[in-house]
């Protein structure tokens, strides 16, 4: 006599065959609770961005509205399609049987949705992450780019933290330090100058000019070496990673800092400043979401950004 038990691990005969022959072997009593195509949808999501936060912001739909269709199909099939690995979903070899289906339907509605929009060009949403100083560098061509794309949507997610990938917070991200490891595709944008402004002369003679440095977590950058070198960094008596502060305090012409060539154009030019270009420079790096290499749309806003700073670097 043969027993058999319910449960998410099935009945004893499904233990020998492989995930796809399980889920059609309960195709009679289970599929028909999947053919819902969101649902589908935001088991891939899931999948694609490792957490049910990221298909979330990927969809614009609730976290708990995931997790509750994800729960659904689960009960449905009997199945287990996600492991919970170091914080991050891991889709079971149930999951990927059901979207190896899923990936064709999605192709053929791709192709079906592009006879539409090719008139329109590319369509998306994306999520930049960088600093305010980078922002600013992008915010000049964002107009132009944007006008010529109206499928396409930029989130610009300014802070001096860096964004935590592996949990999908942003789709893209420019930092200023090449980053050690990490589960995305990084390029190389620009070498961005320097330059070391200080007065040409105080106002009073006796006076001496106020060193701007940047905190101690920014040792690292060839801005706050260079101030090392020249044993100015000991001296600094105004300390901040907000660039425009010290732009701010170096156009009084009562101080002394370093900055890069996107924040001071203005002030290579003023008579009252002597400005030194330094012979290290700051490295841009773009961060891209794997999943993102082949998305059209993606590769359009991955192109601006790269553009943007060639014409930074051209300058």
């Known amino acids: 006599m043969r027993h058999s038990r319910s449960g998410l691990g099935g009945s004893h005969a499904d233990i020998s065959r492989p995930p796809a022959a399980k889920l059609q072997a309960r195709a009679g009593r289970d599929i028909p609770a999947l053919m819902n195509w969101d649902d589908l949808r935001i088991v891939a999501a899931v999948r694609d961005r490792g957490s049910y936060a990221g298909a979330s912001a ?62 329109h060009g590319v369509v998306g949403r994306f999520r930049i992450a960088s600093t305010s100083s980078v922002a600013e560098i992008l915010a000049r061509y964002a107009a132009q780019f944007l006008v010529a794309n109206p499928g396409l949507t930029l989130q610009f997610m300014t802070s001096d933290e860096n964004v935590n990938f592996s949990r999908w917070e942003a789709d893209l991200a420019v930092r200023l330090r090449k980053p050690d490891r990490g589960d995305f595709t990084i390029t190389k944008l620009a070498d961005i100058r320097l330059y070391l402004f200080e007065p040409v002369a105080m106002r009073d003679p006796d006076d001496r000019p106020v060193v701007c440095c940047y905190p101690e977590d920014l ?18 008596r105004c300390i901040t990673g907000n660039l425009r502060i010290v732009y701010g305090l170096i156009k009084t012409h009562r101080a002394v800092g370093v900055l890069p060539e996107s924040v001071c154009a203005d002030l290579l030019s003023d008579p009252g400043l002597r400005a030194t270009l330094l012979e ?29 700073f060639s014409a930074l670097s051209a300058r």
């Open 58 to 119: 990927r969809l614009r739909i609730d976290e708990t509205t995931v997790a509750r269709r994800v729960a659904r199909i689960q009960g449905s099939l009997g199945v287990t399609l996600f492991d919970a690995v170091d914080g991050v979903r891991k889709p079971t070899g149930y999951c990927e049987a059901i979207l190896a289906h899923v990936h064709e339907i999605a192709r053929h509605v791709a192709e079906i949705g592009n006879v539409g929009k090719e008139a």
């Open 219 to 236: 040792d690292h950058t060839p801005e706050s070496r260079y101030l090392m070198a020249r044993r100015l960094h000991a001296q600094g």
């Open 280 to 308: 290290s420079r700051r490295d841009a790096w773009l961060l891209v979401q794997n999943h993102l290499k082949r998305d059209p749309a993606a590769r359009a806003v991955i192109d601006w950004v790269r553009d943007s």
